[in-house]
């Protein structure tokens, strides 16, 4: 649900005119391509099927990428547009340069779309597409996805590199990150669900493991047996490229285990724990409610 808010938010003052139909500002449809290209899902979702035969992380790099999308100027596919003379390239960004995959799956999921209905279907709308089949693939529960998002012509690689949260960032920063998109608290920690699959360079939690915050000690809220797996994978003396699964439990599913994981201190990210273990903090209910799986009061 809440990745249709993010995909709705993210994208305002957007006038959508295909083939001559007029729709209003900033209206989306599930039944956009319902005559233009019918079978615009199940080509998405067969080009992914077949991606994930030779590589099984690909449907969570493909959700990564929707995201890495909506963050700046909305979900208008500025993150696919190449460096040239005019481009600063969103993929040189901080956040996603030696770490967004799939790039040449939307290729082929846009070449398959292509050569079913031509010049119809907007690489902004296979993005989202592209996150709503990856989460049916790996045994989530699927949503109807507003359709008629037009591509930009111009990415912001400034913008990305402000707007999309670090993992070291504390809770008030995270929120303060999805609230400049539109997006609460309840979002914030339905959309870090998609935790639940895809890797992690170790760069990325490696200072909780050995000289947390500076204490010349391990962040006291991961668990120690976690901690002595994760100095494995992750040795002080290593260069950080080593990668690991964002959720210990069931790696490629996608589940609640995310949230029951931050139960046990096992979030691997400083993000992803800290939505459970800051003092306090309104998202330890909605954290809860999630890992029985039912909506939050
Ligand atoms: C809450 C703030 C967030 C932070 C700080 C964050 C940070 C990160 C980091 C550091 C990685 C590892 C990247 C790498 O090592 O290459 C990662 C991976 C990932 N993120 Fe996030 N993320 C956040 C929210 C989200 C959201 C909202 C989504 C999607 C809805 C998402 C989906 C993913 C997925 C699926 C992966 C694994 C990608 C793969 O295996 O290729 N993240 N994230
Ligand atoms: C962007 O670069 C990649 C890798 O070099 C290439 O495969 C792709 O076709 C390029 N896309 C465009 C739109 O030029
Ligand atoms: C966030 O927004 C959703 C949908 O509008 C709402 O159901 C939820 O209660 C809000 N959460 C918070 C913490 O305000
Ligand atoms: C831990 O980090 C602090 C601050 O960055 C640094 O001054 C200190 O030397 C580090 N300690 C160890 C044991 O690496
Ligand atoms: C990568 O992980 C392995 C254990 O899985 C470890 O032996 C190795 O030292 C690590 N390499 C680096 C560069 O971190």
């Not at 990745?3 to 500002?25: D, E, K, M, P, Q």
């Not at 895809?198 to 668990?223: E, I």
Request: glycine share 6%; aromatic share 8%.
């Amino acid at each position: 649900m809440s990745f249709v808010r993010l995909s709705v938010a993210a994208l305002c003052c957007t006038i959508v005119v295909l083939a001559g139909i007029s729709v209003s500002y900033g209206q989306l449809d599930p039944s956009f391509y319902e005559d233009t290209c019918p079978k615009l899902q199940a080509i998405v979702l067969e080009v992914v099927h077949n991606a994930l035969r030779s590589d099984r992380r690909i449907g969570a790099s493909l959700i990564r990428l929707h995201f890495h999308d909506c963050f700046v100027q909305g979900c208008d596919a500025s993150i696919l547009l190449n460096k040239t003379d005019t481009i600063d390239s969103e993929q040189d960004a901080f956040p996603n340069v030696n770490s967004i995959r799939g790039l040449d799956v939307v290729n082929n999921i846009k070449s398959a779309v292509e050569a079913a209905c031509p010049a119809t279907v907007s690489c902004a709308d296979i993005l989202a597409l592209a996150a709503e089949v990856s989460v049916v693939l790996a045994g989530g529960r699927g949503w109807r996805v507003p359709l008629g998002r037009r591509d930009s012509t111009t990415a912001n690689r400034g913008l990305a590199n402000a707007n999309l949260p670090p993992p070291f960032f504390n809770l008030d920063k995270l929120k303060a990150s999805f609230a400049a998109q539109g997006l609460n608290t309840t979002d914030l920690v339905a959309l870090s669900g998609a935790h639940t699959f895809g890797r992690s360079h170790c760069r990325n939690f490696v200072d909780r493991l050995c000289n947390f915050s500076g204490t010349g000690q391990p962040d006291p809220t991961l668990n120690p047996w976690y901690l002595q797996k994760l100095r494995v994978i992750c040795p002080q003396d290593g260069d950080g490229n080593n990668l690991t699964n964002l959720d210990l439990t069931t790696p490629d599913k996608f589940d609640k285990n995310y949230y029951t994981n931050l139960h046990f201190h096992a979030g691997l990210l400083n993000s992803d724990q800290v939505l459970f273990s800051t003092f306090g903090a309104d998202t330890i209910p909605i954290v809860n409610s999630f890992a029985r799986d039912t909506a939050p009061s």
